[in-house]
Antibody, heavy 121, light 113 residues
């Protein structure tokens, strides 16, 4: 069965970086995209960016451009999301989600369990 | 950015009754080249990730009960639960995936009356 398993909770200081992993299983990793979506307390879900797990191409939300980097390791069927220059407003649960690869966007049929990132001095 | 607005923010419905949630997009999410609405519905229970219910505005995801129905086109969409069950208590979100950044509604909290 399809599973996306994310790394554990992180506590970071303002200005630091965090890297969250998302290990996929149960399907051919390179045939799909991995998107990253975050959910801050009391806020709506917010899309951050995505990676084509096949060719490694990425696209980021303008809001996070310059601060977010999404990569993948096909040998480990794992995608990564690194967010730098953390501030308190980045405190959120970060999710990876599987999508289709295509010209336009995609719905997300499987989600990771979420990783809580807390930014606090 | 396309802004997604859901109504109502919260809803209380009796078991076995119909629940209706609306979603309005600030621009059409109907892609003319394939005549598909790039609109999905999810629900999220406490402590869990969102779960896909409906995509292409009206296609039920695998394993989703047929009491969940998505409808609408262009800018106005509706999720209907025909006969509310206790396990349907959740927050419901619509999402447009027509153009980046892919945006979500603010959520509708569905409870039992």
């Amino acid at each position: 069965q399809v599973q996306l398993v994310q790394s554990g909770a992180e506590v970071k200081k303002p200005g630091a970086s965090v890297k969250v992993s998302c290990k996929a299983s149960g399907y051919t990793f390179t045939n799909y995209a991995i998107h990253w979506v975050r959910q801050a307390p009391g806020q709506r879900l917010e899309w951050m960016g995505w990676i084509n797990a096949g060719n490694g191409n990425t696209k980021y939300s303008q809001k996070f451009q310059g601060r977010v980097t999404i990569t993948r390791d096909t040998s480990a069927s794992t995608a990564y999301m690194e967010l730098s220059s953390l501030r308190s407003e980045d405190t959120a649960v970060y999710y990876c989600a599987r999508g289709q690869i295509g010209v336009a966007g995609t719905h997300y049929d499987y989600w990771g369990q979420g990783t809580l990132v807390t930014v606090s001095s | 950015d396309i802004v997604m607005t859901q109504s109502p923010d919260s809803l209380a419905v009796s078991l076995g009754e119909r629940a209706t949630i609306n979603c309005k997009s600030s621009r059409s999410v109907l892609y003319s080249s394939d005549n598909k609405n790039y609109l999905a519905w999810y629900h999220q229970k406490p402590g869990q990730p969102p779960k896909l219910l409906i995509y292409w505005a009206s296609t039920r995801a695998s394993g989703v009960p047929d009491r969940f129905t998505g409808s609408g086109s262009g800018t106005d969409f509706t999720l209907t639960i025909s006969s509310l069950q206790a396990e349907d208590v959740a927050v419901y979100y619509c999402q447009q995936y027509y153009s980046s950044p892919y945006t979500f509604g603010q959520g509708t909290k569905l409870e039992i009356k």
